[in-house]
Each structure stands twice: as C-alpha cells, then as structure tokens.
C-alpha cells in the first residue's frame, strides 16, 4: 500500500498541532513495513522551497516533498488557478502513485483537490482540525463579538460578516459539502469535533474518531522518561504553572495572564506562570498589545520562556507541576493534552470542546472557558487548598497514550486497507 | 433630400434618382420630387438636406451647388433611408438617358433656416403623406429664426448632463402663457410643449416688468425639461408657435454644453415634476426616464469559448447568466459545472468592466475542469439585464434558453433537464409554446419563487406590482400540483425556446436594470398564445437580489423600480385587471 499524507503545512517551517499530526502519521507509516511507500506533502512558501519550482523537498529528503499551490479562495477555499493545482496534483499522483490520500486539511489548497485526488481513483481520507468547514471565523466557531457559537447557519454567519451576505455563506456551505462528497473517510481526532460536523450535515458513519498519532520522537522520549514518578510538589517552592502553544487570541493566554493579574499578592507570592511559545502574528495587533500590558502587569508572576522544539516539549512539561490549556475555542484534540498526559502531568483546562472530552477530571481541574476569575480560582485553590494529584493515575496515563498511539495508528491502517479494497477505477492520467 | 437642377436644365427625361453607399442602393421615382419654390435667386449658399425626424420618412440629402437652379425635394422612407451611414459620403447619380458621372456628396441636417428659407411647405407635404399631421401643421406653417435675448429675457441657469439626458433649467420671458417646444438645431430631437416643465418664477417677473417685457399676468417662466444626450455639442431652439399656429418661431441658437452631475440633475428634476411616485408613466418618460435610463444603442460583444466542445449529435440548452457587480458568484458557475450533464451549455455575459479579469481567470484558469461548454461574452458596454439576455440569446447555440440570475444556486439539475425536454417536445408535437419558471428557495428553505401575481400596492402609489406569493415561508408548507400555471414566472430562473425568446425580441429595453422585464416577456408570449408554468421542485436556489446593491443606491434604484413599475401598468393593467384573469395562487390546505 502506499500513502501520501497532504498537509497545509511542514511542522518544521511552522509548528502548529495539525501538521505536527499530519506528519507524525507520516512518520509512522515511514516506519511501518507493511506500507510500500510513505510521502508527505506540505504546502511552503515559495521562498521555503528555494528555486522557481513549484515542488522541492524538504532539507532534501526525498519523501518530504514541499509544495507551492496556488492561491485559494479566502471564504470558499476553492483555488484560483485550477489548471495549475490540477497540474500539480496530477503530477504527484502520477510520481507518487497513492493508493490513498490522507489529507490533513484543505486551507492552502483549496477543496479542489478532494476531486482531484477522487477523480484519479485515489482513495481520498481527509483529518478535520477544527471547524474551517463550518466556520468562516478561522474555523474557530467562535463569533466575532468573541461569544462561543454553537452552531453555524448562514444567516448567522452572515451576523458575524455583515457585508457577507447570508446567501453567499450558503454557496460557501454548499460547495463545502460537494467537495466532501469526493472524501472515501473523515477522520475526527475527538468525538465532540464529529458532532460538530455531523450536526452541520456530514453523514455520522462517514467520520471516525481515531485520535492523532503522536510525535514519534515525543513518543521515544515519553518511553525513556515512563518509569519516572511525578514531580512532588513541596510546600516550601513556586508552584509552576506552564502553558504550551501558540500566544493569539483563540488560545487564552490573555486568559491566563489576565487571571495572573487578578491574583492576591500570597498566591502570586507561591507560583510561577511560564509561557512556552510565540506571538508570531498578533505583535503588531489589539491582542498582541493587550498581552505586553499583562505581561507587564504580572511581572512577579508570569515568565516567557520563547518557543520550544517538538523533542524537548516533553522535559519542560515535566519540569512543570501544571499544565494549564485556556482555549477559549472550542479546539478538537490539542496535541498538548496528548503531551501532558505523556508527561505524566495533570493539566487546567476550560471546559468545553475537545479539552472537556479528553480531560480525566480525576486529576484535571476544569474551569469555565474565557473566565479569568474562574481561573484564578482554580489556582487559589491550587496553592492555598488541599490539592491531592494521584500520581498512579496520572502514570497509568503515560502508559496509556503510549498504547493508545499503537491503536490510534493500527485504526489508520485499518482505515487505509479497508478503503483501498473498494473496488477504484484508476484513471489513466494525461502525460 | 434636396436637388438642385440648373436652370434650363431638362429633367423631363430623367426617370429618378439612384443613391449608394456600399452596398446600399436605392432609387427615388422622378415622380416622387417635390418642387420647391424659387430659392432667393438660386445663388444662396448651398443648402443641403435633411432628416425631418418628427416625420416617417427622411431623406438623404444631397447638396449641389449651381446658379439659377431649381430645386425638388425628395422624400426617403426612413426604412431605406436608415440603410445609410449619415457620417459617410453617398454617391449620388441620376437615372437619365444620357447620365452623368455620379457624384460622391456629404449628407448633412436641416436647420431651422432651412424651414425658414422655403423648405417648410415642402417638407410638410412630405410629413403630411406620411401621416404626421402634428409635424407637417408645425413646419408648414410661416418660419422664422430669431435670437434668444439673452439675459434680457431669456436665462439658462443649468444644463446638466446625467443617465441618457441633459437636464436644461432657467427660464424664459412668459413661456407659462405660450406654446413653446424646444428643438435641436438639426430638428432631430424635438421637446414638446407639454414636456416643458413650468414654473413661477416671481424674480424673473420682477425682472421681466422693469424690462417692460410682460406679455400676461401669470409668473410662470421657469421651465425645466430633458432632452437627450446625442443633443451635447448641438445647438438648442425654443420654438414658439402663434396660438393661431399660423406662425412659428425658433429663438436661438443657444449652444449646448453640459456637465455630468448626477446628484444636480435628480434635484432639478425632483423640483420641478416633483416625486416620481406621484408621477404617471407618459410624465416619467418626460421627466425621469432619460436621468435612469443607460444607452440603448447597437450591442456587440467579444466571445471566448472554454471547455469542451458543443456536442453536435444532439439538441443543448444554453444556460444565460449575466454577471454585473460582483464576481462571487462565478462559485454558482463552478457548482454547475459540476452538476450538469453534456445537455447543456452555459452563456455567460458580463457587463461590468470591475470584474471582468475574475470571471475571465475564473475560466481561463480553470479550463481543464470545465465539464460543460462555457461561452463567455464580454459587452462592449454595459447594456443592462434586458441587454445582457439578449444579445448572449442571440450568440447562444442551444434551441432551449435558461435565463438564469448569477445568484441563483443549482444543486439538483433535474428540473432544468425536465423543463428543456418538455419544451422541445411541445415544439415536436407543434403544441403552443411554453415557458417555465421554477420554485426557488432561499438559502433558509423558504420559498423565494413559485410563480408571479400583480396585486396593487400602495407603497407604489396603487399599481401594479410583481409579488412572490408564499414568499419567505417554508416550503414544505406548499401542498400545491408539482405543475401549476401562472400569469408570470421570474426570470431569475426561467426556460423558454430560443425561437419564442427570438420572435418576441427577448426583453424589452424600456424596462431599466432587472426589473419587471421578465413578468412582461411572459404577458407577451401569453399574448402570443404561450403557456406558462412553474414547476416546483427542489434543489433550486435563489439568493435573491444579491448582486443588486452594487447597482446604485437605493434612492435611485427605487425610483428605477418605480418607473418600471408605471411603465408596466401602462401597458397591462386593463389586461391584469379583467376579472376572468384573477390568478388562484394555490390550493388552500384541507383541514379535516
């Protein structure tokens, strides 16, 4: 069998949770010698490719194959220059010769391709991420006066974009679901992300929930760090308190900083903030200019700790007591929970969505989502309270997810084998 | 058109007068000339001829200079006449035994003083033969050319350019008392007295009293009217005419010479008819009409083919859509493309040059995708809905049209393959034509579509309007035939032959941007014995009136809407009003 796994982007020229998936998957299936060939495809930049070609590899690794589509459509995602996607779809399929097609999200290249892929009798299985789908507001679901939405319709949608008219959400929902007519599979890393999308009209037996395969680096490191116990936390340090990912406006860090700010002097006394990641695109915006004031404001608290590499994700995690995720998004499955638990530490995390679903509340603590007050007083609670973390099941969890990305990677080729066993004309491609 | 023969000269023997231009040719009988009366001695300057508009008939003319030479007047009908390109040079020869060298002469226009230099009588014979008795009694009558007292008695304080007219406001010495039209210099384009818009101007009488110039009592010498725009660059007359229209008078010339202000121009206009809605159709074409209207001239357009070729083994329905304002919906186009089956074609037309590349590259740049042939034509102007179907009617190759509005989504094609079967099998069985309109929905489910009826509405002052029964309900609540009849359909969605389309001169023009056309199309070919239906089905969308907004603003589009609307009454009303006409839109629900 051979597969290709598609990708918005390459986790090395970006890092953001859905490449890291689509390219742990890619890892995964490189290493399996069941399948004949493994190829990721990343959409790049074309400055990240280096020459005018509209393919290269990626540090030249053969099976790393970077790629520059042309634009797409901002609220249909449908290219704007077909000929030239077909051309370049056609030309990896021709070279790659795919049995199947996983692909792990359309932005960058436009819905075209389920088609193209389709057309050429490929096997087409495609990863939601998030709610792009559904959502014209970054896929988030999240309105743009900032309130949760539970549902889309284009008269709402039309709420949130006043000069996009609700017929023209309608197109944009209409040519969505043809497009998804051309996918074999859905793959939902959580199972309140499938609701989201079955509610929204996708048939419920065409989406399985098979969460994302993790780093296999992470995994390597988690196996050599599983026999380790907890961290115990002693009465006389800084409680530490990590947050992991991207700073903008939809991960909460303002959140997070703002319940930071709200707290009494003795607790902030006995803890520290420290913020993994980067604010690579709101520096410049309302957000980014909120989070520098925070960040004034809870000097005494709140470290930034910069970006961080995939491998090392797992030791500064442990050298946390807590990792706390403020989405204020619904998210689907971050592959920082995923982490955590490898990590064996217990998290903070807002209470809905994906987070709430893979959250074990005996050890996790929930807050509710967007509520700066509601934080604060998870971490009061944290330092001043009687706080018990039972350490077997926080290591029973390590175990676990190691086990569960076996699974998790078995249902993928499960998945695969059992598509590729449709009977597919294969089209004869020109050239 | 004026000969001038030299005196002496025989034309006994001369049968008649041959004129050609290309390939253009006609002949005037000897029989058919006029002769006019001596010309001032036969050595005035030359005096070319003519196109009495107001007449039905018109006349290329000739000039010819020569001394002592006596002069007829030859009458074309407007017909052949319109043969001719007035801006190219004809080549004039006379039918006679022994004929001479033909000669190449430049047509030029009638003036004023022409009509006052004799040419009057004649050409009023010549208008009278051909039945304009109004016309003939103005020009036949005694002609003289006086100039304007300008500012003593005569001030043009705007004249301003918008739409298709010029708006002309000022006023003139005691015009509320008198017959005055207003003609341009070439008497091509004539303002009635009646489209003369008076109005009291106590300045201007005060004014008029210290001049000693009143005539009457009455403080009306105001006036505004339009005329049309091909009048800028011309000179402009106001013809007075004698209450006992023994006399007439052109005072002038007054060169015309106006800027486009929009804005200026509705306020003039607004000032003087007064709001358009109080307004009956004849007094909108005098006063509103020319401010809303665009061009309305010969229409051509550039072609591009995309995608596979016309299928030749079989009959294809072309599928119209005009695009104006907003590309987005190029995203319908592709969702068709996908949908439909090799029994079509698709007719795109844009008129709008801002975004003309997006749906150009729409194509272009997606050309190995496209399913369906897909013939794009760019206007070389923009010439409105109306304009837009018709020519890509003309330049479609299917014998089925679908109109269709760019806003309108397809996501099950199957009653548009029905309806297209349906036609061509009544054209087969020679059955009366028909016309199909569709249910169309809302993006919500809702009915936007099922059939056109015209209840009065007082929000347009008690016409005639074009409603959507059901409209904005869900459509599961219709419980009606999947087949219902209807006076009118939308044309947002509408299926006809080309042949019915062709024969009833597709959309008339009258009716600006998009509105009523289509529910007068349907009441024409019901006149020409068509049936009309809706088929209700569904699958198909109408996100109505999306790409409208671009068209102006909303002040503007109401008032276009208004004058359609009165422009459509004047024609149907008493045929939308007789009793037996009274259209049942559905069958009421049964409740047990």
Redesign the interface.
């Known amino acids: 069998m051979r597969v290709m796994v598609l990708s918005h982007g390459h986790p090395d020229l970006g890092a953001g949770g859905a490449e890291r998936a689509a390219y742990s998957l890619f890892q995964a299936l490189k290493a399996d010698p069941k399948v004949e060939k493994a190829v990721f495809v990343a959409r790049a930049e074309h400055d990240a490719i280096g020459h005018s070609a509209f393919f290269g590899s990626f540090r030249s690794r053969l099976d790393e194959i970077l790629a520059a589509p042309?634009p797409v459509?901002g609220?249909?995602f449908?290219s704007?220059?077909?000929?030239?996607l077909?051309q370049l779809i056609h030309e990896l399929i021709r070279h790659a010769r795919p049995d199947v097609v996983h692909i792990h999200h359309f932005i960058y290249w436009g819905l075209?391709i389920f088609e193209l892929f389709k057309e050429a009798g490929v096997r087409v299985v495609f990863t939601f991420h998030e709610y792009a789908a559904i959502c014209a507001h970054f896929g988030q679901m999240i309105k743009t006066n900032g309130r949760l939405c539970y549902a889309a319709?284009?008269?709402e949608c039309s709420g949130c974009f006043p000069s996009i008219?609700?017929?023209?959400?309608?197109?944009?929902e209409?040519?969505l679901k043809?497009f998804f007519d051309n996918v074999d599979m859905f793959v939902s890393p959580s199972a309140f992300l499938k609701e989201r999308y079955v509610a929204w009209g996708v048939p419920a037996e065409r989406i399985e929930v098979i969460e994302n395969i993790m780093d296999q680096d992470v995994l390597g490191r988690s196996r050599t760090l599983a026999d380790r116990k907890p961290l115990r936390v002693e009465s006389n340090r800084r409680l530490t308190i990590s947050y992991f990912g991207q700073i903008n406006p939809y991960k909460g860090v303002d959140v997070l900083l703002e319940a930071c700010a709200s707290l009494p002097k003795r607790v902030r006394k006995r803890i520290e903030v420290r913020i993994h990641g980067e604010n690579k695109h709101f520096r410049d915006s309302e957000f980014g200019r909120k989070v520098d004031r925070l960040l004034e404001e809870t000097r005494d608290v709140v470290r930034m700790m910069g970006a961080y590499r995939n491998q090392e994700v797992l030791s500064l995690m442990r050298g946390s007591d807590w990792i706390v995720i403020p989405s204020i998004w619904w998210e689907n499955s971050p592959i920082v929970i995923q982490e955590a638990r490898m990590a064996g530490r217990p998290m903070i995390y807002a209470d809905i969505g994906g987070m709430s679903e893979k959250a074990d509340t005996r050890v996790d603590l929930p807050f509710s989502a967007g509520s700066p007050g509601a934080l604060a007083d998870v971490i009061g609670y944290l330092v001043e309270g009687d706080m018990y973390v039972d350490s077997e099941i926080l290591q029973a969890h390590v175990q676990a997810r190691l086990n569960l990305d076996s699974e998790n990677y078995s249902h993928h080729i499960t998945l695969y084998l059992r598509e590729t066993s449709k009977f597919t004309e294969r089209r004869q491609l020109a050239g | 058109m004026v000969l001038r023969v030299p005196a002496g000269a025989a034309v006994d023997g001369v049968s008649g007068i041959r004129l050609a231009q290309g390939r253009a040719a006609i002949a005037v009988p000897r029989g058919q000339w006029i002769e006019l009366g001596a010309a001032d001695g036969g050595m005035e300057r030359p005096k070319p001829v003519f196109r009495p508009k107001r007449g039905k008939r018109m006349a290329a003319p000739v000039e010819a200079e020569a001394p002592k030479a006596r002069r007829f007047l030859a009458g074309l009908p407007r017909p052949l006449a319109s043969r001719f390109d007035l801006g190219q040079t004809v080549e004039v020869s006379l039918d006679a035994p022994r004929a001479g060298k033909a000669v190449a002469l430049h047509m030029v226009s009638i003036s004023p003083d022409d009509l006052a230099d004799g040419l009057g009588a004649a050409l009023a014979q010549v208008l009278r033969a051909s039945g304009d008795e109004g016309g003939a009694g103005l020009i036949g009558a005694r002609v003289a050319v006086r100039p304007l007292d300008i500012p003593r008695l005569c001030w043009i304080e705007h004249l301003v350019l918008s739409g298709t007219g010029i708006v002309a406001n000022g006023w003139l010495a005691n015009i509320g008392g008198q017959t005055v039209h207003a003609a341009s210099a070439n008497l091509e384009t004539w303002v009635s007295n009646d489209a003369i818009q008076r109005t009291a101007r106590p300045d201007v009488h005060a004014h008029l009293r210290g001049e000693n110039a009143l005539t009457s009592a009455s403080d009306e010498h105001g006036f505004t009217f339009v005329i049309p725009a091909a009048v800028e660059g011309q000179d402009l007359y106001f013809v007075e005419v004698s209450p006992d229209r023994a006399q007439v008078t052109f005072h002038g010339p007054l060169a015309v010479s106006a800027k486009r202000d929009d804005a200026l121009a509705m306020s003039i206009i607004r000032g003087a008819f007064g709001d358009i809605r109080s307004l009956k159709a004849e007094e909108v074409d005098r006063s509103y009409r020319h401010l809303l209207s665009t061009e309305k001239g010969e229409m051509s357009a550039q072609v591009f083919d995309f995608g596979p070729k016309l299928p030749q083994d079989r009959p294809v329905s072309s599928v119209i859509i005009p695009f104006y304002g907003d590309a987005?919906?190029m995203?319908?186009v592709?969702?068709l493309q996908?949908v439909l089956d090799d029994g079509f074609e698709l007719v795109l037309v844009v008129d709008d040059p801002r975004i003309w590349a997006e749906v150009y590259?729409g194509l272009a740049?997606?050309?190995?995708?496209l399913r369906v042939p897909t013939r794009l034509l760019r206007n070389l102007a923009n010439y409105g809905y109306g304009g837009a179907n018709n020519i890509a009617a003309s330049l479609s190759r299917g014998d089925v049209l679908f109109l269709m509005n760019s806003?309108i989504?397809v996501?099950d094609p199957a009653g548009l393959v029905k309806a297209a079967e349906e036609i061509r099998d009544r054209k087969r069985a020679g059955g009366r034509e028909l016309v199909v309109g569709f249910s169309l929905l809302?993006?919500?489910n809702t009915i936007q579509h099922l059939g056109m009826t015209f209840p009065r509405s007082s929000a347009m002052g008690n016409l005639l309007v074009a409603d959507h029964p059901m409209k904005g309900l869900p459509f599961d609540l219709y419980e009606g035939d999947p087949i219902r009849p209807a006076q009118a359909v939308t044309a947002a969605l509408m299926a006809l032959s080309k042949n019915l389309f062709t024969e009833l001169g597709g959309f008339d023009l009258r009716y600006e941007r998009g509105d009523f056309e289509d529910a007068d199309l349907c009441l024409r070919a019901r006149q020409r014995g068509a049936e009309i239906q809706v088929h209700v089905h569904p699958g198909l969308?109408h996100?109505?009136r999306?790409s409208i907004p671009s068209m102006g603003d909303a002040d503007v589009r109401s008032m276009v809407t208004y004058m359609n609307c009165a422009e459509f009454n004047r024609r149907w009303e008493a045929e939308l009003t007789k009793p037996k006409r009274v259209f049942k839109v559905s069958t009421p629900r049964q409740t047990a």
Do not use: M
């Open positions: 042309p459509d609220l249909t449908q704007q220059n077909y000929d030239l077909k075209d319709s284009p008269a008219s609700a017929g023209k959400f309608f197109v944009r209409s040519i043809l | 987005f919906f995203n319908c592709h969702y996908r590259n740049l997606r050309s190995t995708g806003d989504l996501k809302y993006e919500d969308y996100l109505e999306q």
